[in-house]
């Protein structure tokens, strides 16, 4: 990596990064509470990870009163007794995959909260099979009451079955790191068309309604300009809220997961800052052409401890 050392805020910020690497090496080197919004999209469970278990530290964030380090899941323990270990206890003995899936996600996602500011969000991304095991986890390990929104995210396209309910929506669970000081600035999100207009006075047809925690919303067009040709790419659209209500211009977003860049490009469009990190090399290519001017960085694995 170029540079290595934490992301500044303020008058010293560096440069918008894309760092190749797994996340898990370069989050510990990202600065506590650098980040007003972080978005996840992580694999679904298909039951392949890399790696599970966090090879790297994950480094805890300081108590405020002793300077201490303090991970989320002992300030967890501290206020819920054994929740969070009980709870996800059950659940991996419930499923050998989820246990699989959820060890790879769990360190990636407390490195998430030690990352956000006080005022700060995260979108988790997930999709119908995950969304609910995820939902008990974060609300054991943010705290329930850290718990924002469920978006649905509905499309409608491609094959649909015939011998159930076609599946066509992914989950977004929103958390955000204090209930009482998280920012959402709900005039700053793009309005739609009423479903019935002809119910609303025409100065409010003009203006559009507020969207709802249920965003219908086509993927991105297989012949659209928005195409990078990588294959999970999220639509813009879709990004745009999510940057527009939760993060102000200036402000540094981050995507560790971040496959072709849409969080990056959106957060361009609206005036943000942001880093990206994918261990995919097509990814990191991707992104050199959808946002060049950004620093490109290779991250470095971390040493091997002294034995
Ligand atoms: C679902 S895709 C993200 C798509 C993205 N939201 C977009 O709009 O293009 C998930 C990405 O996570 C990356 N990934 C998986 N495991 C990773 C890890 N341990 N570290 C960094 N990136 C990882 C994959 O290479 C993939 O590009």
């Known amino acids: 990596m170029h540079d290595n050392g934490p992301v500044h805020t303020g008058d010293d910020r560096g440069p918008d990064r894309v760092v190749l690497g797994d996340n898990l090496d370069v989050l510990p080197t990202l600065a506590d509470g650098s980040f007003t919004l972080v978005y996840l999209d992580p694999p679904f469970n298909t039951g392949r990870y890399q790696r599970r278990h966090a090879s790297a530290a994950v480094r805890e964030p300081a108590d405020p009163t002793t300077g201490a380090p303090r991970s989320r899941r002992e300030t967890v323990t501290g206020f819920r007794g054994s929740t969070y270990e009980r709870v996800r206890g059950d659940l991996m003995r419930f499923d050998d995959r989820f246990d699989d899936y959820w060890s790879f996600l769990e360190p990636r996602l407390l490195e998430a909260w030690r990352l956000l500011a006080d005022d700060g969000t995260l979108y988790l991304h997930l999709d119908y099979r995950e969304s609910h095991y995820a939902k008990v986890l ?112 200036g402000d540094w977003v981050l995507d560790f997961f971040a496959g072709s860049g849409t969080t990056g490009a959106v957060a361009r469009a609206l005036g943000r800052r942001f880093v990206l990190v994918d261990d995919n090399p097509v990814a990191v290519e991707v992104m050199r052409a959808r946002l060049p001017g950004a620093s490109f960085e290779i991250a470095e694995p971390p040493a091997a401890s002294a034995v």
């Open 138 to 249: 974060l609300d054991a390990l943010f705290g329930r009451d850290a718990f924002l929104n469920e978006i649905v995210w509905a499309y409608d396209f491609g094959a649909k079955s015939r011998s159930r309910w076609p599946t066509k929506h992914d989950t977004i669970l929103v958390y955000v790191k204090d209930p009482a000081r998280y920012w959402f600035d709900s005039e700053a999100v793009d309005r739609e068309p009423y479903m019935a207009p002809g119910l609303v006075t025409a100065e409010k047809r003009e203006r559009g309604k507020l969207p709802t925690d249920v965003w219908w919303h086509t993927i991105v067009s297989p012949t659209g300009k928005e195409k990078t040709g990588y294959p999970t790419q999220k639509p813009e659209g879709v990004l745009r809220r999510i940057v527009q209500a939760s993060s102000r211009e």
